[in-house]
């Protein structure tokens, strides 16, 4: 894991002192710098982390949707058990065709991340049957499972139309997730946050 990382730093966490924060503001006739710092804190933006084996296709396109769509209300990183060392270049030429930015994307392994997750989505059956690191327990879990385009065999037309294909399933669920108050049931009802992002897998498209 990154040395960087610093755990117990999920948005539940952080909200949660924003709102003892706001708390304590009300009772305090001089709580101006304690609701500046309330107003930082509610400013953090939720983290989600799309997990494969790999890390070099699946997951890779859901990252990127994902951040091109949100506009800033979340954030995602892809990683994997098992990284492949390099993202596949079907999967990068599709991000670019589409519109989205491929700066930054890299096949890295889970204990290289940055941040610690509040979500944990798993695009691959593998990945989610495997023990995840112990800093990742705190984190809500879903599974979003679908086959791997690069196993796909066939005629170039085929293969990419395969690749085309998770990308479109990727989009039509990320789309779905952020109609969900996706901060508010983190700290509100997060087995509700749960329940439909487990929906969403199994029944989007």
Same mark, same amino acid.
């Given at each position: =894991? ?30 101006? #710098? ?9 400013? !953090?933006?939720?983290?989600? @982390? ?8 699946? !997951? ?17 990183? !892809? ?13 990068? /030429? ?11 994307? *890299? ?17 691959? /059956? ?8 112990? $800093? ?9 499972? =679908?086959?791997?385009? #690069? ?5 170039? *037309? &085929? ?7 998770? $990308?479109?399933? @990727?989009?039509?669920?990320? &789309? *779905?997730?952020?109609? @969900? ?14 329940? &439909? ?9």
């Amino acid at each position: =894991m990154s040395s960087s990382l610093t755990v117990g730093t999920t948005y539940r966490q952080r909200h949660g002192e924003s709102q003892d924060s706001e708390n304590r503001a009300c009772c305090n006739e001089a709580g101006g #710098a304690v609701q500046e710092e309330s107003g930082q804190a509610s400013m !953090s933006v939720p983290e989600i @982390l799309f997990l494969c084996t790999g890390n070099s296709c699946r !997951s890779i396109l859901a990252e990127a949707v994902l951040n091109g769509l949100a506009r800033g209300r979340l954030h995602a990183e !892809s990683a994997g058990s098992h990284p492949r060392g390099a993202v596949h270049p079907r999967a990068l /030429a599709l991000l670019r065709q589409e519109g989205f930015s491929i700066a930054g994307l *890299a096949s890295k392994s889970w204990d290289d991340l940055d941040r610690i997750p509040d979500i944990v989505i798993t695009v691959c /059956a593998r990945a989610a049957g495997e023990a995840c690191p112990a $800093y990742l327990g705190p984190a809500l879990r879903a599974h979003w499972g =679908m086959d791997d385009p #690069a196993d796909v065999l066939g005629t170039e *037309a &085929e293969i990419e139309a395969a690749f085309v294909t998770t $990308y479109r399933i @990727l989009r039509q669920r990320i &789309e *779905a997730l952020l109609e @969900l108050p996706v901060a508010q049931w983190l700290i509100e009802d997060p087995l509700r946050l749960r329940r &439909e992002l487990e929906h969403i897998g199994h029944d989007v498209p």
